[in-house]
Protein backbone atom coordinates (compact mmCIF):
# COMPACT_ATOMS: atom_id res chain seq x y z
CA UNK A 1 0.00 0.00 0.00
CA UNK A 2 2.79 2.40 0.79
CA UNK A 3 3.70 2.50 -2.95
CA UNK A 4 0.52 3.22 -3.95
CA UNK A 5 0.24 6.14 -1.82
CA UNK A 6 3.96 7.58 -2.86
CA UNK A 7 2.58 6.98 -6.13
CA UNK A 8 0.13 9.46 -5.91
CA UNK A 9 2.22 11.08 -3.51
CA UNK A 10 4.75 11.88 -6.57
CA UNK A 11 2.01 12.24 -9.73
CA UNK A 12 -0.21 15.02 -7.75
CA UNK A 13 3.07 17.16 -8.24
CA UNK A 14 3.48 16.84 -11.77
CA UNK A 15 1.85 17.42 -14.75
CA UNK A 16 3.05 17.04 -18.51
CA UNK A 17 2.32 19.89 -20.77
CA UNK A 18 2.75 20.20 -24.29
CA UNK A 19 6.55 22.59 -23.78
CA UNK A 20 7.62 20.32 -21.10
CA UNK A 21 5.72 16.42 -21.09
CA UNK A 22 6.13 13.84 -18.26
CA UNK A 23 8.59 11.05 -18.69
CA UNK A 24 7.33 8.44 -16.97
CA UNK A 25 9.35 5.01 -16.04
CA UNK A 26 7.35 1.86 -15.30
CA UNK A 27 9.50 -1.22 -14.30
CA UNK A 28 7.84 -4.76 -13.98
CA UNK A 29 9.61 -8.12 -12.87
CA UNK A 30 10.52 -8.54 -16.42
CA UNK A 31 10.26 -5.53 -18.74
CA UNK A 32 10.76 -1.67 -18.45
CA UNK A 33 8.36 1.00 -19.88
CA UNK A 34 9.31 4.45 -20.38
CA UNK A 35 6.96 7.38 -22.46
CA UNK A 36 6.76 10.83 -22.63
CA UNK A 37 3.36 11.66 -22.16
CA UNK A 38 1.15 15.23 -22.97
CA UNK A 39 -1.26 14.89 -20.11
CA UNK A 40 -2.90 18.14 -21.46
CA UNK A 41 -3.85 16.23 -24.82
CA UNK A 42 -3.90 12.88 -23.04
CA UNK A 43 -1.82 11.33 -25.55
CA UNK A 44 2.13 9.51 -25.36
CA UNK A 45 3.84 11.11 -27.67
CA UNK A 46 7.31 8.79 -27.38
CA UNK A 47 8.21 5.43 -25.64
CA UNK A 48 10.75 2.97 -25.57
CA UNK A 49 10.28 -0.64 -24.49
CA UNK A 50 12.23 -4.03 -23.52
CA UNK A 51 9.07 -5.79 -24.65
CA UNK A 52 9.48 -7.59 -27.73
CA UNK A 53 13.65 -6.75 -27.97
CA UNK A 54 16.20 -8.56 -28.03
CA UNK A 55 18.57 -6.91 -25.03
CA UNK A 56 20.76 -8.18 -23.15
CA UNK A 57 22.31 -7.76 -20.04
CA UNK A 58 21.07 -7.00 -16.14
CA UNK A 59 18.43 -5.06 -15.24
CA UNK A 60 19.91 -1.97 -14.43
CA UNK A 61 21.96 -1.80 -18.35
CA UNK A 62 18.71 -2.51 -19.94
CA UNK A 63 17.49 0.44 -17.99
CA UNK A 64 20.13 2.55 -19.03
CA UNK A 65 19.50 1.60 -23.02
CA UNK A 66 15.96 2.32 -22.51
CA UNK A 67 17.17 6.08 -20.85
CA UNK A 68 19.13 6.19 -24.27
CA UNK A 69 16.51 5.35 -26.16
CA UNK A 70 14.08 7.13 -25.03
CA UNK A 71 16.22 10.27 -25.34
CA UNK A 72 16.94 9.68 -29.32
CA UNK A 73 13.40 9.33 -29.91
CA UNK A 74 12.73 12.16 -28.28
CA UNK A 75 15.58 14.40 -30.16
CA UNK A 76 13.80 13.16 -33.48
CA UNK A 77 10.19 14.40 -31.62
CA UNK A 78 11.82 17.84 -31.18
CA UNK A 79 11.36 17.43 -27.54
CA UNK A 80 14.76 18.47 -24.95
CA UNK A 81 13.03 19.25 -21.44
CA UNK A 82 10.85 17.20 -19.72
CA UNK A 83 9.57 16.51 -16.14
CA UNK A 84 10.48 13.33 -14.54
CA UNK A 85 7.66 10.57 -13.09
CA UNK A 86 9.60 8.06 -10.82
CA UNK A 87 6.15 6.67 -10.02
CA UNK A 88 5.67 4.60 -6.97
CA UNK A 89 9.80 3.56 -7.31
CA UNK A 90 12.24 5.40 -5.22
CA UNK A 91 15.16 7.06 -6.86
CA UNK A 92 18.22 4.60 -6.91
CA UNK A 93 19.36 2.26 -8.54
CA UNK A 94 17.38 0.92 -11.99
CA UNK A 95 15.46 4.14 -11.89
CA UNK A 96 18.75 6.64 -11.40
CA UNK A 97 20.43 4.43 -14.35
CA UNK A 98 17.78 5.58 -16.78
CA UNK A 99 17.52 8.64 -15.92
CA UNK A 100 21.23 9.50 -15.89
CA UNK A 101 21.24 7.66 -19.36
CA UNK A 102 18.47 10.31 -20.59
CA UNK A 103 20.68 13.00 -19.23
CA UNK A 104 24.04 12.14 -20.97
CA UNK A 105 21.87 11.83 -24.51
CA UNK A 106 20.73 15.51 -23.74
CA UNK A 107 17.36 15.29 -22.10
CA UNK A 108 16.67 17.72 -19.82
CA UNK A 109 14.76 17.31 -16.54
Do not use: C, W
Not at 93 to 107: I, K, N, T, V, Y
Amino acid sequence: MKSVFRAKRTRAKIHGTAERPRLAVYFSNQHIIAQIIDDDKGATLVYATTVGSKMTGTKTEKAAKIGTEIAKKAKTAKISKVVFDRGSKLYAGRMSALAEAARQEGLEF
